[in-house]
């Protein structure tokens, strides 16, 4: 895996592996945070119908970090078919 300038994981230390998941290689990413202290989350309730760009937009002031949703919630595997009643972690960004 590249990890390009600019990149949210540019100043993260990286490490990928793969895992068979229902036959299929699933990339899985694990990085470390600088200050495990400061990070904090809140739950939201998804509601069938929504997007996480509008879930975003909404709740962190944009819908440019629907990824940050996502990395909170690694159980999401399609981010399009999200169960309806799923409790998402929502980051204090």
Request: glycine share 8%.
């Amino acid at each position: 895996m590249a990890i390009t300038s600019g990149s949210r994981y540019e100043n993260s230390i990286v490490d990928v592996f793969r895992k068979k998941e229902g036959g299929k290689d699933c990339p899985v990413v694990l990085y470390s945070f600088d200050s495990l202290e400061n990070i904090s989350f809140y739950y939201y309730r998804y509601q069938t119908g929504q997007t996480l760009q509008g879930i975003s937009q909404r709740l962190l002031g944009t819908p440019n970090l629907w990824w940050a949703i996502v990395e909170y919630n690694p159980e999401i595997t399609d981010i399009f078919h999200i169960v309806n009643g799923t409790l998402l972690r929502i980051p204090s960004v």
